[in-house]
C-alpha cells in the first residue's frame, strides 16, 4: 500500500507541476484533474503515517517562514 501511495503522489506532483508550468489551456486542465483525483487516491490509500507528513510538512515549513519574517523584523 505504501509504495502505491507514492506512486500516486508521485504522479500529483508532476501532474501539478506541468499543469503551472504549461501554456495550452487543455493540457492544463486536464493536468489539474489528474492532480486533484492522484492526491485524492494518495490520501484515500495512504498509511496514517503518511497522511500525517503530508499534513504536517507544509504546517512546519510555515513555521519556519515565521520564525524567519520575525526575525528580519527586529
Known sequence: MLVLS????LVASVSTFLSLNTQEDVFKAA???S????LLLTLFFAP????LAIIAIPLVIDKF???ST???LN
Open 35 to 38: 492532480a486533484v483525483i492522484s
Open 31 to 33: 493536468m489539474g484533474c
Open 70 to 72: 520575525e526575525r528580519s
Open 6 to 9: 507514492l506512486i500516486t503522489l
Open 65 to 67: 517562514n515565521d520564525l
Open 48 to 51: 496514517w503515517v503518511l497522511k
